[in-house]
Nanobody, 126 residues
Framework: QVQLVESGGGLVQAGGSLRLSCAASGRTFSTVKTYAMGWFRQAPGKERQFVAAIRWGDGNTYYADSVKGRFTISRDNAKITVYLQMNSLKPEDTAVYYC????????????????WGQGTQVTVSS
């Protein structure tokens, strides 16, 4: 099993920044480093959507068009932690943000992710 714990959510004004963290642990995590880690978000009344992903091995990153140029995903191998730096936040970024892990090549679909964190709320006021 792999455990994922998110932190860093909160309330921020439009134009502001937040950094989310996702700490990974678990007895099988030595194999998770072949995985990719993703961030998804779900706003009230909407489906959960892909935000960004990063592969542990080569560090390749992937972004949804709606966040390109504003959000940056990164990883710290020593801390086994993934970050999502969110800049120029907009009210439409308001959602619960989830961290997830997958061993699949296709990183854009939530159905490919086997492990999920509990989520952290991000609220952007106008």
């Amino acid at each position: 099993q792999v455990q994922l714990v998110e932190s860093g959510g909160g309330l921020v004004q439009a134009g502001g920044s937040l950094r989310l963290s996702c700490a990974a642990s678990g007895r099988t995590f030595s194999t998770v480093k072949t995985y990719a880690m993703g961030w998804f978000r779900q706003a009230p009344g909407k489906e959960r959507q892909f935000v960004a992903a990063i592969r542990w091995g080569d560090g390749n990153t992937y972004y949804a068009d709606s966040v390109k140029g504003r959000f940056t995903i990164s990883r710290d191998n020593a801390k086994i932690t993934v970050y999502l730096q969110m800049n120029s936040l907009k009210p439409e970024d308001t959602a619960v943000y989830y961290c997830a892990a997958t061993d699949q090549n296709y990183v854009w679909s939530e159905r490919k992710y086997a492990y999920w964190g509990q989520g952290t709320q991000v609220t952007v006021s106008s």
